[in-house]
């Protein structure tokens, strides 16, 4: 009723008003908040001490008293346990891309499914890259143009079909000269495209594994020794009769060589190996695939002069010792740069280069 009643009195005092609207509300402000009640009330809060203030709050006058939330103590009065999927971060399986919401961790974090330990040590492959090939390399493959002079333009890489032939028109481009597969592109060398070791492929081809698998066990054992990665066997996928070759038959062992192990064998074959074998010229200077990636063979002979073979040669049945090939990846385009690559850290070679 009291509230009916300021209402009604003010909606008066409004419509008696002869000033605007903005004038009235101003004067009726004025009159609730005049300088002698101002200052009346100022005094009396600064006589009240702090404690005979009402510590009462609008909240808490107003509405239910709302209960806080303690997960301390909710786990506590639980009388089981939830799942341990609830207590543990478990990675996704497959990666669904960036807008999915559950993303995987860093590979650098040790509840990552492609997290991997290491490393433990630095090899001096690795660390003599980084020190003296890296630049090196970097300023023998510098090509210099001063202002003015600019590289020379390539041709097109598919060649047009010239002639009136109307077989011609709308017609494919044709391949290069003297092949159909196109080499990689070259481009200018900088610090930050300097060719490096990728990895290494350790490839066995076991042929006396047609008659019975101990050949084939004995060569995993050699390559899982000399490489410290576990083999993996590969099964033919056709029958050959001439060789006694039938499908779905095991007759191979790879090794693939990443990061520290990968450093580790190249000093092993570059440092103990090599200098062991007799009457050694080296590695033939026409390796290569045209794309960066150089390949040489061991014999049984060369891959029973690694250490780890050499300290247990008993354990291995001498003609069961297998022979290798070893491929070598590099990140250089061109076969001149990974045997400048090659020959940094120590890999000699001879014959006719071809680049």
């Given at each position: ?18 000033t ?5 509300w101003?004067?009726?402000c004025?009159h ?18 702090p ?17 806080k ?6 786990a ?64 023998m ?7 003015g ?7 097109e890489?598919?060649?047009e079909?010239?002639g ?6 709308n017609?494919?481009?044709?391949g ?5 597969v196109?080499?990689?592109l070259r481009?200018?060398i ?5 060719p ?16 019975g698998?101990?050949p ?30 039938r ?11 990443t ?18 074998i ?16 150089l ?47 090659a ?13």
């Amino acid at each position: 009723m009291a509230l009916e009643a300021v209402t009604a009195s003010l909606l008066r005092r409004l419509h008696a008003a002869p000033t605007p609207l903005h004038r009235a509300w101003t004067l009726q402000c004025r009159h609730h908040a005049s300088t002698s009640n101002s200052t009346s009330t100022s005094a009396i809060l600064a006589t009240q001490e702090p404690q005979d203030l009402d510590p009462s709050t609008f909240h808490e006058a107003t509405g239910p008293s709302r209960r806080k939330f303690d997960p301390v103590k909710t786990a506590f009065k639980r009388s089981e346990q939830l799942p341990p999927s609830r207590y543990h971060f478990r990675p996704p399986k497959y990666y669904r891309g960036e807008l999915h919401p559950h993303q995987p961790p860093p590979t650098s974090d040790p509840a990552s499914r492609a997290f991997v330990p290491g490393p433990f040590s630095l090899p001096r492959l690795e660390q003599t890259y980084h020190d003296t090939v890296a630049s090196d390399l970097m300023t023998m493959t510098y090509m210099h143009f001063p202002p003015g002079v600019y590289p020379q333009q390539k041709g097109e890489r598919y060649r047009e079909w010239i002639g009136d032939s109307p077989y011609f028109k709308n017609r494919p481009r044709r391949g290069p000269r003297g092949g159909s597969v196109l080499r990689m592109l070259r481009k200018p060398i900088t610090f930050r495209n300097v060719p490096q070791l990728e990895r290494v492929t350790v490839h066995c081809m076991v042929k006396e594994a047609t008659s019975g698998s101990a050949p084939l066990h004995v060569a995993g054992m050699v390559m899982q020794a000399i490489t410290n990665v576990r083999s993996t066997s590969h099964a033919t996928r056709k029958s050959v009769a001439a060789f006694g070759v039938r499908a779905g038959q095991h007759l191979s062992v790879t090794c693939e060589l990443t990061g520290e192990t990968m450093y580790h064998f190249l000093s092993k074959v570059v440092d103990v190996v090599m200098p062991k074998i007799k009457d050694f010229r080296g590695i033939k200077g026409s390796t290569g695939d045209n794309s960066g990636n150089l390949a040489f063979g061991l014999t049984p002979e060369d891959v029973a002069l690694f250490p780890e073979v050499e300290v247990n040669y008993d354990m291995y049945p001498p003609k069961m010792i297998p022979g290798c090939h070893v491929i070598i990846h590099t990140s250089a385009k061109t076969d001149y740069d990974a045997r400048l690559l090659a020959q940094a850290i120590g890999v000699p070679f001879y014959g006719k280069f071809v680049d």
